[in-house]
T-cell receptor
Framework: ETGVTQTPRHLVMGMTNKKSLKCEQH?????MYWYKQSAKKPLELMFV???????ENNSVPSRFSPECPNSSHLFLHLHTLQPEDSALYLC???????????FGPGTRLLVL | AQTVTQSQPEMSVQEAETVTLSCTYD???????LFWYKQPPSRQMILVIR??????QNATENRFSVNFQKAAKSFSLKISDSQLGDAAMYFC?????????????FGQGTILTVHP
């Protein structure tokens, strides 16, 4: 595999469920990002990790919990989400923070 | 704060013709990077072209080129010899330094339709 991969590609969950989104990059990068893309809104940066340490948290609700166990993997743990959290969640990576970002295919999330 | 504005929600072009997508931005930083990303129906965000602010020469990548006007804070994308596969949503993005270091700020996007 090459580039940035995300699983699952589609996810439907109830408001009481707990689920996790996974991102993996095969580019040897040291920085990883989570973005949220809602309909008719610009992409919103959620979290930034550099060498497994969180360096940015854009006032994201606590029902979103990121985890970066190593520089190749990034998770987004979801619990007690709201219908307005339904969106496309994009993962990206870059050689280091500030460098060009390369995106995964996204996970389309629907919260019922 | 940094902002990116794309004033064209939709654009269309005939196959093999040329189209220009507009983007303006604002930042107080002197060192920054500008990007155009393409998002086809598959939703994969694909890097099209990148421009470093310190470079005066406009970036080119095959059929894609930019017109970077630093004083005017303008960064337009020209697509030459348009192909059906160019149809997508195009996003302009800014990566500046300072307190926004590492953060990509995106515009609202422009939907490009290519007519055969």
């Amino acid at each position: 595999e090459t580039g940035v991969t995300q699983t699952p590609r589609h996810l439907v969950m109830g408001m009481t469920n707990k689920k996790s989104l996974k991102c993996e990059q095969h580019l040897g990068h040291n920085a990883m990002y989570w973005y949220k893309q809602s309909a008719k809104k610009p992409l919103e940066l959620m979290f930034v990790y550099s060498l497994e340490e969180r360096v940015e948290n854009n006032s994201v609700p606590s029902r979103f919990s990121p985890e970066c166990p190593n520089s190749s993997h990034l998770f987004l743990h979801l619990h007690t989400l709201q219908p307005e959290d339904s969106a496309l969640y994009l993962c990206a990576s870059s050689l280091k923070v500030g460098e060009t970002q390369y995106f995964g295919p996204g996970t389309r999330l629907l919260v019922l | 704060a940094q902002t990116v504005t794309q004033s064209q929600p939709e654009m269309s072009v005939q196959e093999a013709e040329t189209v220009t997508l507009s983007c303006t931005y604002d930042t107080s930083e002197s060192d920054y990077y500008l990007f155009w990303y393409k998002q086809p129906p598959s939703r994969q965000m694909i890097l099209v072209i990148r421009q470093e602010a310190y470079k005066q020469q406009n970036a080119t990548e095959n059929r894609f080129s930019v017109n970077f006007q630093k004083a005017a804070k303008s960064f337009s994308l020209k697509i030459s010899d348009s192909q059906l596969g160019d149809a997508a949503m195009y996003f302009c993005a800014l990566n500046a330094g300072g307190t926004s270091y590492g953060k990509l700020t995106f515009g609202q996007g422009t939907i490009l339709t290519v007519h055969p």
